[in-house]
C-alpha cells in the first residue's frame, strides 16, 4: 500500500509563498501523473494541478496558474506544489494523489491558510 504524506502547510499573509511537499512511502512515484487537490471552507474538492513523472511536464487550473508550480524529485519520491503570491481564496485544505486520473491514493491533507 502506498502512502502519501505532505508537508510545509501553515499560516501565511497574503502575497506570501509556501512550498507543499508529498512524500511516497511503501512505493514510487515511478510512473503515470501525481497531482495536488484542494478544498476550500464550504467548497466541493477542486483540481489544482498535476505532473508527468516521466517528464515534468504540469497542468494547472486556471485559479493558479502562473501562481503555482508543481514539481518532483525523483530521487526522493517527492512532489512538490510551490505556491506564490498567495490570496486568501487559496485557504484550503490541500491534498497529493497519485495515480492521476484514477486517484488511488491519497495524503491526508495539509492545511493553507492565507490571511488578508
Known amino acids: 500500500q502506498v502512502h502519501l504524506v505532505e508537508s510545509g502547510g501553515g499560516f501565511v499573509q497574503a502575497g506570501g509563498s509556501l512550498r507543499l511537499s508529498c512524500a511516497a512511502s511503501g512505493g514510487s512515484f515511478d510512473s503515470y501523473n501525481s497531482g495536488w487537490y484542494r478544498r476550500a471552507p464550504g467548497k466541493e474538492r477542486e483540481f489544482v494541478a498535476t505532473?508527468?513523472?516521466?517528464?515534468?511536464?504540469?497542468v494547472y487550473s486556471t485559479s493558479v496558474k502562473g501562481r503555482f508550480t508543481i514539481s518532483r524529485d525523483i530521487a526522493k519520491n517527492t512532489v512538490y506544489l510551490q505556491m506564490n503570491n498567495l490570496e486568501p481564496e487559496d485557504t484550503a485544505i490541500y491534498y497529493c494523489t497519485w495515480p492521476e486520473p484514477s486517484n488511488a491514493y491519497w495524503g491526508q491533507g495539509i492545511q493553507v491558510t492565507v490571511s488578508s
Open positions: 505532473i508527468r513523472w516521466s517528464s515534468g511536464s504540469a
